[in-house]
């Protein structure tokens, strides 16, 4: 694991910017995985920025997001298709025939599963992942006790993961119960991994999941065993 230690949220985004760029610059079709959130929307920003100026076309980009709820529609404004176009996809030159998300409304769950993960596989290896990491130590929507080797699922949201998004909602009533979500072995597939941690609520987790065991109860601690781990975070952790 690399640890990149940074002053403040724009210096996280920047970082985090420069190595989208660099991935989309030298690759002729450049995979990407990127996640929802409030931590990715100033990296989305930059994004749009750099696209407006010229520095980066996201023409040849293939993009797969993490997780995407069951039950909502791209209209809804708390479905991350909706977040994703909202933020970044209707700002850049992306084909959006091109930019993949789990459909939460599938009639059979199942094999939306299957299929986004034959999608993941026919478009190869993701360069690089975009991963934040929850307060119980999820990645995507993974929750403690999901199996490493799990591929694309329907997962049962945590009350954590609930009361935690239930900010973007009118009521915690009305965050999804449900959600699908690559699963940890797919996440573990991508070539590089760079996970986004911003905030001294999130220290405990971090220093978890960088030093405490590999252990399915803290799902990020998986990722010290990748080769091209890259965290950059506010948080002091030795």
């Given amino acids: 694991m690399e640890m990149i230690k940074v002053k403040n949220y724009e210096q996280l985004s920047e970082r ?27 990296l989305y920003e930059n994004l749009i920025e750099k696209n407006k100026n010229g520095e980066v076309t996201f023409k040849n980009v293939t993009t797969f997001n993490l997780d995407e709820y069951v039950g ?9 298709r909706y977040f994703m176009n909202k933020n970044l996809f209707d700002h850049i ?18 094999l939306e599963c299957e299929a986004y993960e034959k999608l993941i596989k026919s478009h190869g290896k993701i360069n690089v992942q975009i991963l934040g990491l929850g307060l119980n130590g999820h990645i995507g929507f993974n929750e ?3 199996p490493f080797d799990k591929r694309t699922h329907i ?5 954590v993961t609930r009361s935690a998004n239930a900010r973007f909602f009118e009521r915690l009533e009305d965050v999804p119960t449900q959600a699908l979500t690559m699963g940890i072995g797919t996440i573990m597939e991508a070539e590089k991994i760079i996970l986004l941690v911003q905030g001294e609520k999130k ?14 109860n803290v799902p990020a601690s ?4 990748h080769p091209n781990v890259t965290i950059i975070t506010d948080i002091d952790i030795k």
């Fill in 203 to 216: 220290s405990a987790i971090l220093h978890e999941v960088v030093h405490g065991p590999v252990t399915e």
């Fill in 93 to 110: 030159d992306i084909q959006k025939d091109k930019t993949f998300i789990p459909n939460g409304l599938a009639e059979n769950l199942e």
């Fill in 144 to 146: 403690p006790g999901t």
């Fill in 155 to 159: 997962v049962e949201l945590d009350d």
């Fill in 16 to 42: 985090a910017t420069n190595i989208i760029l660099e991935t989309v610059n030298n690759n002729e079709e450049p995979v990407l995985g990127l996640a929802t959130g409030a931590t990715p929307e100033k």
């Fill in 72 to 80: 909502l529609s791209g209209e809804d404004e708390n479905s991350y």
């Fill in 222 to 225: 998986i990722l010290q065993n």
